[in-house]
Protein backbone atom coordinates (compact mmCIF):
# COMPACT_ATOMS: atom_id res chain seq x y z
CA UNK A 1 0.00 0.00 0.00
CA UNK A 2 1.14 3.42 -0.83
CA UNK A 3 1.11 6.67 1.68
CA UNK A 4 -1.29 9.38 0.93
CA UNK A 5 -0.20 12.43 -1.21
CA UNK A 6 -0.49 15.47 1.71
CA UNK A 7 -0.05 18.88 1.10
CA UNK A 8 -0.29 21.75 3.01
CA UNK A 9 -2.11 25.30 2.50
CA UNK A 10 -0.11 28.36 4.44
CA UNK A 11 -1.19 32.07 4.08
CA UNK A 12 -0.82 32.03 0.39
CA UNK A 13 -4.07 30.44 -0.07
CA UNK A 14 -5.37 28.83 -3.34
CA UNK A 15 -2.85 30.30 -5.83
CA UNK A 16 -2.27 29.29 -9.39
CA UNK A 17 1.04 27.67 -8.28
CA UNK A 18 -0.67 25.57 -5.63
CA UNK A 19 -3.49 24.49 -7.84
CA UNK A 20 -1.58 23.29 -10.16
CA UNK A 21 0.64 21.40 -7.99
CA UNK A 22 -3.06 19.49 -7.05
CA UNK A 23 -3.41 18.80 -10.86
CA UNK A 24 -0.05 17.62 -11.18
CA UNK A 25 -0.24 15.27 -8.23
CA UNK A 26 -3.75 13.90 -9.59
CA UNK A 27 -2.49 12.96 -13.02
CA UNK A 28 -1.03 9.57 -10.34
CA UNK A 29 -2.89 9.34 -7.66
CA UNK A 30 -6.37 9.70 -6.87
CA UNK A 31 -6.88 10.99 -3.59
CA UNK A 32 -4.40 13.88 -1.73
CA UNK A 33 -5.21 15.28 1.91
CA UNK A 34 -4.53 19.26 2.35
CA UNK A 35 -3.78 20.32 5.68
CA UNK A 36 -5.21 23.98 6.25
CA UNK A 37 -2.42 25.74 8.49
CA UNK A 38 -3.12 28.48 10.76
CA UNK A 39 -1.92 31.29 8.38
CA UNK A 40 -4.37 30.53 6.51
CA UNK A 41 -7.72 30.36 7.68
CA UNK A 42 -8.95 29.77 11.39
CA UNK A 43 -13.03 29.32 10.70
CA UNK A 44 -14.90 26.28 9.36
CA UNK A 45 -16.97 28.44 6.91
CA UNK A 46 -13.72 29.87 5.35
CA UNK A 47 -12.43 26.33 5.58
CA UNK A 48 -15.24 24.90 3.90
CA UNK A 49 -15.26 27.81 1.33
CA UNK A 50 -11.88 26.88 0.62
CA UNK A 51 -12.46 23.33 -0.39
CA UNK A 52 -15.15 24.07 -3.05
CA UNK A 53 -13.10 26.96 -4.54
CA UNK A 54 -10.58 24.15 -4.91
CA UNK A 55 -12.73 21.77 -6.12
CA UNK A 56 -14.42 24.44 -8.45
CA UNK A 57 -10.90 25.36 -10.37
CA UNK A 58 -10.33 21.39 -10.41
CA UNK A 59 -13.23 20.51 -11.97
CA UNK A 60 -16.37 18.28 -12.10
CA UNK A 61 -14.39 15.04 -11.59
CA UNK A 62 -13.47 16.27 -8.06
CA UNK A 63 -15.03 15.92 -4.36
CA UNK A 64 -13.78 17.03 -0.97
CA UNK A 65 -14.67 16.25 2.54
CA UNK A 66 -13.50 18.57 5.24
CA UNK A 67 -12.82 16.73 8.81
CA UNK A 68 -11.52 19.50 11.12
CA UNK A 69 -8.71 21.44 9.24
CA UNK A 70 -7.86 18.66 6.82
CA UNK A 71 -9.18 18.63 2.92
CA UNK A 72 -9.45 14.59 1.59
CA UNK A 73 -9.91 15.72 -2.14
CA UNK A 74 -11.03 12.58 -4.18
CA UNK A 75 -10.91 12.38 -8.28
CA UNK A 76 -13.80 10.28 -9.47
CA UNK A 77 -13.92 8.41 -13.01
CA UNK A 78 -17.10 10.32 -14.08
CA UNK A 79 -18.36 14.11 -13.35
CA UNK A 80 -20.21 14.16 -10.21
CA UNK A 81 -21.90 17.48 -10.31
Do not use: H, W
Amino acid sequence: MRPMKQLQLGKAGLSDAFVGQVRQIFENEKVLKISILKSACRDKEEARRIGEELVGKLGAKYGFKLLGYVLTVVKFRKAQR
